[in-house]
């Protein structure tokens, strides 16, 4: 208990010293870092090790995605791609209803591709519909990020639920059709913030959709070449969702070349890589000559927030190490009590550490042995893995790559993040574990 008020204690004097006090999250990050891992006994040796493994683990895996994916919207910014998709959104959605079209277009996106890299890949084209509409950035930042986190976090086949079913043994169908029918929910949730948020902010002079039409760069030339405008965007989502496809457990392409071939070309990085290439193919006429000055100020832009990224990194791989899931002791409790332990449990740890999908896999973990003993054993599991996707949401803040993916690719101040992304994932949660002991009521 000594260690789990310790850490709640640092968060604390995180979020007091980057928003009062203006520290750089870098460096409070790490200060955090370490002074955890001081404090909690460990070495100076071994904290510092832990600092760098984890900044590199994490930079590893995000790193080149965030840096390609900057260079991508960049790219589609400049020549005028992402203000096409934003004309054609605003055809098959009001103005004040294209918030709500980005939260459609995570939800769906996220399925397959891990929310940052779809945040990354999209968020050109929300500060595009941000300036066509009129309406503030952060209604669109929340309605896309709280979109792309609900699939993440309950539908196989990303890694935590798909990960969660296995360890509770839950029949992983069960888990994605009763997945879906608690994300639909929860994203109208995230939805109905982000929307609010946006009219609490006063209407930016946006243009009417005949201006917006006219302004559009090239907007004749690219009306006949939606898809191969947008292939950059839509490139990289494609290889990325048929690698998930191609590796799902039954195999359902086979395990020959083309399982070969798309495995490897499906891994973010690399298909993030195809869709700079991609950008640079479509955007080759309106880039003559400006290609390396994109290039350069896309990795400017990209290299404060991997580095923030890599910080949140460093300090969660120290709170795992102080193995905070020891400081619980759940027994065998009624269905309803079971659920909400799952959830409490999987938001402390995510609350704690910052990584949904560890802190699905280690409640999973910490909750297989109760599933084991209850009588209605194979529903109880499917729902126990969705109140623990529902606890991962709960919540997302300054130890999440995630936020800072969101705020920094947003123009969000952390202040103004915590206001509004870190809320809407406090709502999701809530309203996800809602729906799931509902269910319960229903199904058990």
Request: some cysteine.
């Amino acid at each position: 208990m000594t260690s789990l008020l310790l850490i709640f204690i640092i968060i604390v004097l995180i979020i007091v010293a980057t928003v009062k006090f203006k520290v750089h999250p870098v460096f409070s990050l790490i200060i955090a870092a370490l002074i955890s891992g001081l404090a909690t006994g460990l070495g100076g040796n071994e904290v510092m090790e832990l600092v760098t493994r984890g900044f590199g683990n994490t930079l590893s895996g995000i790193g080149l995605v965030i840096a390609f994916g900057t260079i991508i919207g960049i790219f589609l910014e400049k020549s005028g791609g992402t203000t096409v998709l934003a004309q054609r959104v605003l055809r098959l959605f009001s103005a004040d209803k294209s918030p709500a079209a980005m939260n459609l277009i995570g939800f769906i996106i996220s399925i397959p591709v891990f929310c940052d890299s779809g945040f990354i890949i999209l968020s050109s084209l929300n500060k595009a519909l941000s300036r066509k509409t009129g309406i503030a950035l952060v209604a669109f930042a929340v309605c896309l990020s709280t979109g792309l986190y609900a699939t993440h976090v309950f539908v196989p086949p990303t890694p935590g639920p798909l990960a969660a079913a296995s360890i509770l043994g839950a029949d992983l169908g069960r888990v994605i059709l009763l997945g879906i029918c608690v994300a639909i929910p929860v994203t109208i949730a995230g939805m109905l913030w982000g929307m609010f948020l946006g009219r609490r902010h006063d209407k930016l002079p946006g243009k009417s959709l005949e201006e917006q039409e006219n302004s559009f760069l090239g907007t004749a030339n690219a009306e006949g070449n939606i898809y191969l405008i947008l292939s950059p965007v839509l490139l990289p989502i494609f290889l990325i969702a048929l690698r998930s496809v191609a590796t799902y457990p039954s195999f359902p392409l086979g395990q020959g070349w083309f399982y070969e071939i798309i495995t490897v070309l499906g891994e973010p990085v690399l298909a993030l890589l195809t869709g700079v290439g991609a950008a640079v193919v479509v955007t080759w006429k309106e880039a003559s000559g400006k290609r390396g000055e994109w290039t350069v100020k896309a990795l400017k832009e990209a290299g404060l927030i991997i580095l923030i990224t890599g910080a949140g990194g460093a300090f969660g791989e120290v709170l795992r190490s102080v193995g905070i899931e020891k400081l619980f002791d759940v027994e065998s409790m009624s269905p309803t009590a079971l659920l909400l332990s799952a959830f409490a449990i999987s938001a402390i740890l995510k609350s704690a550490q910052g990584s949904s999908t560890v802190a699905i896999i280690t409640a999973a973990a910490i909750m297989a042995p109760i599933i084991n003993v209850t009588v209605q054993q194979e529903l109880m599991s499917v729902l126990t893995v969705l109140s623990i996707g529902a606890g991962a949401l709960t919540v997302s803040h300054i130890n999440d790559s995630y936020f800072w993916v969101v705020s920094q690719f947003s123009d969000l101040s952390v202040k103004e993040a915590l206001r509004s992304h870190t809320v809407g994932t406090l709502i999701q949660g809530v309203s996800g574990i809602l729906v799931i002991v509902f269910l319960s009521f229903i199904l058990l």
